[in-house]
């Protein structure tokens, strides 16, 4: 079983929509969760963050996290073509023999928003 | 500020030969990683430092990988001999020590590919 699971898309859209992104974790142990955007040919890059049950909001962008079901979603509203791009979902887990933990990303969902 | 640099961006070799990939991290980032991320994949840790310490380095297959941090800054990522498994993009990120966010700051990416 894997660490991070997502629905590998592809996620399409139309302008002006909520996008929605889930993401499921084995570990109930997990503490910290991201998600990190990736456009085509270029490196991942930190959108949100999230730490405690609930909803966390930033601009168009809201996360959240229900550690009960092991689940962390995305929303993005008012969908813009320049949306467009993977979503990783990464989960910090402690391990034996790693201080801090370590960072598992989910495969990423691919979105596609069409003007 | 710079960001993570890389070196080279594409490299192309045939199976059995050796390869190494440079990185450069964020000026006063301890924290290196190096992450392997196949396609239509998530990145996948293949070690961490903590200035010239390999902290997390259990997912690197040292029968043919080997890295190095001379000096607690560049880094080198090797592969000998190469096989055509090891076909990828080699990510390297940086982060500043003992930050709890799961920010990394990723470099462009090395993309290998063994013929």
């Known amino acids: 079983q894997k660490e991070v699971e997502q629905n590998s898309g592809p996620l399409s859209v139309p302008e002006g929509a909520i996008a929605s992104l889930n993401c499921t974790y084995s570990?109930?142990?997990?503490?910290?969760f991201f998600w990190y955007r990736q456009y085509s040919g270029k490196s991942p890059e930190l959108i949100m963050s999230?730490?405690?049950?609930g909803d966390k909001e930033d601009g168009r962008f809201t996360a959240q996290l229900n550690k009960a079901s092991q689940y962390v979603s995305l929303l993005i509203r008012d969908s813009q073509p320049s949306d467009s791009a993977t979503y990783l979902c990464?989960?910090?887990?402690?391990?034996?023999?790693?201080?801090?933990?370590?960072?598992?990303f989910g495969r990423g969902t691919q979105l596609t928003v069409w003007p | 500020e710079a960001g993570v640099v890389q070196s080279p961006r594409y490299k192309i070799i045939e199976k059995k030969q050796p390869v190494a990939f440079w990185c450069n991290p964020i000026s006063g980032h301890n924290t290196l990683y190096w992450y392997l991320q196949n396609l239509g994949q998530g990145p996948e840790l293949l070690i961490r430092y903590e200035n010239e310490e390999a902290v997390d380095d259990s997912q690197l297959p040292k029968d043919r990988f080997s890295a190095e941090r001379l000096k607690g800054v560049d880094s080198t990522l090797k592969i000998q001999p190469a096989e055509l498994g090891d076909s990828a993009v080699y990510l390297c990120?940086?982060?500043?020590?003992?930050?709890?966010?799961?920010?990394?700051?990723f470099g462009e990416g090395s993309r290998l590919t063994v013929l």
């Open positions: 990464a989960v910090r887990k402690l391990v034996r023999g790693s201080t801090l933990g370590r960072l598992y």
């Open positions: 570990d109930r142990g997990s503490q910290s």
């Open positions: 990120a940086s982060s500043p020590s003992l930050l709890e966010s799961g920010e990394l700051f």
């Open positions: 999230i730490y405690s049950n």
